[in-house]
């Protein structure tokens, strides 16, 4: 194996799941690469002040931020994520926010989330697909936890443009967005928009569903 396959073999891994003192490095990375994307996906939601709202997958913590911003005191955000130096940098980051018990903390996967049925009002998840086995598992279980008319949106960088970096040749499953949309409708999910956040034929995807009535 050559050095620039074998960084890129250490980068997939750590965009999965960061690890160490690399994986936090990739946190910033992420929230410098995402934040239009996690931006948009967040306005997607529509919230409220005082609703609850999840992030699967908050990585560099960004979109954590922006939902305790929008959802107030008196609202909720869970935020869920496999990686332990995702977790304790956030733990670090939004200490306040823990104590008061407005942000709650979750090393968990988007295919088992501990948040009760029904209970979350939206839900954000942002370039994290690619790391999914079962998608259709996976989506189901976010139905289960959205709330009559809450909204669940995914972030998605243009399956074309991810195919050409070579980075995704490892460890990543790249998909077609129909599949993507395909997924959602088996797990009940019905698409109320698809949207690109930028501009140009491959700006990244937001497709903004809710629960099948």
């Known amino acids: 194996m050559g050095l620039?396959?074998?960084?890129?073999?250490g980068l997939a891994k750590q965009l999965g799941h960061p690890t160490g003192r690399r994986g936090a490095l990739t946190g910033m990375l992420l929230n410098h690469r995402n934040a239009q994307l996690i931006s948009d996906a967040i306005a997607a939601l529509d919230l409220k002040p005082g609703a609850v709202a999840a992030d699967i997958g908050f990585g560099g913590g960004t979109g954590l931020r922006t939902l305790l911003e929008l959802v107030g005191p008196s609202g909720t955000v869970h935020g869920i994520d496999v990686s332990e130096?995702?977790?304790?940098?956030?733990?670090?980051k939004y200490a306040k926010a823990i104590d008061t018990g407005t942000l709650e903390l979750h090393e968990a996967?988007?295919?088992?989330?501990?948040?009760d049925d029904a209970s979350v009002d939206g839900v954000i998840t942002v370039n994290t697909i690619y790391f999914i086995d079962d998608l259709k598992?996976?989506?189901?279980?976010?139905?289960?936890?959205?709330?009559?008319g809450?909204?669940?949106?995914i972030g998605m960088a243009d399956p074309d443009a991810m195919t050409e970096m070579p980075v995704t040749r490892h460890g990543f499953t790249v998909r077609p967005t129909d599949d993507v949309v395909a997924a959602l409708r088996a797990a009940h999910l019905d698409?109320?928009?698809?949207?690109?956040?930028?501009?140009?034929?491959?700006?990244?995807?937001?497709?903004?569903?809710?629960?099948?009535?």
Not at 109 to 115: A, D, H, I, T
């Open 4 to 9: 620039r396959e074998s960084f890129e073999r």
């Open 85 to 92: 130096a995702m977790l304790a940098r956030a733990r670090r």
């Open 109 to 115: 996967s988007m295919s088992r989330l501990p948040l």
């Open 137 to 148: 598992r996976a989506f189901t279980e976010v139905a289960g936890v959205l709330a009559p």
């Open 150 to 153: 809450g909204r669940f949106v």
């Open 191 to 213: 698409l109320v928009e698809h949207r690109r956040s930028g501009t140009g034929q491959r700006a990244p995807h937001l497709l903004v569903t809710t629960p099948a009535a």
